[in-house]
């Protein structure tokens, strides 16, 4: 921080004593002195400069990411049919839940996530997971999330699942 303190000073100064200071004049030990105080402070905190030097890398998941949102497009009405859902209001986020025969978790979920669209939080919507659209989806394990926007592999608990509702509303 300190550096930083002196840094802003070195950089005022001149403006503040234009006549006296120029950084193009100044003698070597004073440039010396100057770079050696950026360079403790680029140090201290590379990420002032770091956009400039080291512009952000895509992703290596960002073709896989894209693919995987361009498939919850091309399915979305058939996962989310407006004329379907299991109970809940016409208003968004829309959720299905990935049910499976014999499957006591899956129950539980279902009892949970249509009183959170009796509520009016969810549109809630069931989805098979032998339907060929789990399938498309890569879904093999239920209960599984499928949002408009993301899939969630497996069960998680209540809480995680508001996160990511409320990820979907904004």
Do not use: H
């Not at 693919?67 to 049919?81: E, K, S, T, W």
């Not at 407006?82 to 499976?100: K, Q, R």
């Not at 989805?127 to 408009?148: C, I």
Request: negative net charge; aromatic residues 4%.
């Amino acid at each position: 921080m300190a550096n930083k303190l002196i840094i802003v000073a070195l950089l005022a100064a001149p403006m503040a004593q234009a006549a006296e200071t120029d950084f193009r004049s100044l003698t070597p030990p004073q440039r010396a002195n100057l770079g050696q105080e950026i360079r403790q402070v680029l140090a201290a905190d590379p990420a002032l400069v770091l956009s400039v030097i080291q512009p952000p890398t895509p992703s290596p998941y960002a073709d896989a990411v894209n693919a995987d949102r361009q498939m919850l497009r091309d399915l979305a009405p058939r996962i989310f049919a407006d004329d379907t859902p299991l109970s809940g209001t016409n208003l968004p986020p829309a959720l299905a839940l990935v049910t499976a025969p014999n499957c006591p978790d899956c129950d539980a979920m279902q009892e949970l996530l249509t009183g959170w669209a009796d509520q009016g939080r969810v549109r809630l919507y069931t989805l098979p997971l032998q339907s060929l659209e789990a399938q498309a989806l890569g879904l093999d394990t239920a209960p599984s999330y499928v949002f408009e926007t993301m899939i969630v592999r497996g069960d998680v608990p209540p809480i995680v699942l508001e996160k990511y509702l409320a990820k979907q509303t904004r």
